[in-house]
């Protein structure tokens, strides 16, 4: 691997460890307020690699949250997460809840 290609990798890297972060803040804030409680499992499936290989290299999307982050803020960070992110992993909960119980009379 030629140096140029070893930085370009290093700075993907740092880049996506940022924004793992980034992406673990919002995921807690977002189920705080969305379930009024801590919800770990919920947590790991909205900042899981599987989770964000939907939409791409898991790598990739954790550095893009992360280049967002370093560039325009935590609130632009957080608006692509919400734009790009949110819908799908919402789209994924309600495949995974239970359909509601009917009872017969």
């Given amino acids: 691997m030629s140096e140029g290609a070893r930085q370009r ?5 740092e880049a996506a460890w940022v924004g793992d972060a980034v992406l673990t803040l919002f995921a807690r804030r977002y189920i705080l307020g969305q379930e009024g409680g801590i919800n770990n499992e919920r947590a790991a499936r909205m900042t899981s690699n599987r989770f ?12 893009r949250i992360g280049r967002i982050y370093e560039a325009e ?5 957080f608006a692509w997460i919400e734009s790009e992110l949110v ?16 009872f017969k009379r």
């Fill in 52 to 63: 964000l290989e939907a939409i791409g290299n898991a790598t990739a999307v954790e550095a």
């Fill in 9 to 13: 990798q290093r700075e993907l890297l």
């Fill in 87 to 102: 819908p799908l992993h919402e789209k994924q909960e309600r495949r995974l809840a239970p359909p509601p119980r009917t």
């Fill in 73 to 77: 803020g935590l609130e632009a960070a």
